[in-house]
């Protein structure tokens, strides 16, 4: 690069300083996030009714206008599995929170 030209947020050094702020935020954010997944636990025929999250036991039921297609019904449960915030519950007292 010609001497020139002004630096960038491209060049090696201007890049390492943001890395590590990076590296550091996404290794907070994993500690801090739960590890869960989406567990389909009732089928009707091949298409998911009900899916349980594995953390908190929410659970979050597909409207029936979803059910009209496999991959509606897939995406009605991801984005409410998505967007829900867990609440861990005593292991002791495992119980099932409902969404409509």
Same mark, same amino acid.
């Given at each position: %690069? /010609?001497? @020139?030209?002004?630096? *960038? ?6 890049? &390492? /300083?943001? @890395?590590?702020?990076?590296? &550091?935020? #996404? !290794?907070?954010?994993?500690?801090? *996030?739960?590890?869960?997944?989406? &567990?389909?636990?009732? =089928?009707?025929?091949?298409? /998911? ?15 029936? +206008?979803? %059910? &009209? #297609?496999?991959?509606? !019904?897939?995406? #009605?449960?991801?984005?409410?599995? +998505?967007?829900?915030?867990?609440? /861990?519950? @005593? !292991? #002791?007292?495992?119980?099932?929170? =409902? +969404?409509?």
């Amino acid at each position: %690069m /010609p001497k @020139d030209q002004p630096e *960038t947020h491209q060049d090696q050094e201007s890049q &390492k /300083p943001v @890395d590590r702020i990076e590296n &550091k935020a #996404s !290794a907070a954010q994993r500690l801090a *996030t739960p590890k869960r997944n989406l &567990k389909v636990v009732k =089928w009707i025929g091949t298409v /998911p009714a009900v899916g349980v999250c594995s953390y908190c036991c929410m659970q979050f039921k597909v409207p029936l +206008t979803a %059910m &009209k #297609s496999v991959a509606d !019904a897939h995406e #009605s449960l991801r984005v409410r599995f +998505t967007e829900h915030k867990c609440k /861990p519950e @005593d !292991a #002791s007292v495992r119980r099932i929170r =409902w +969404t409509g």
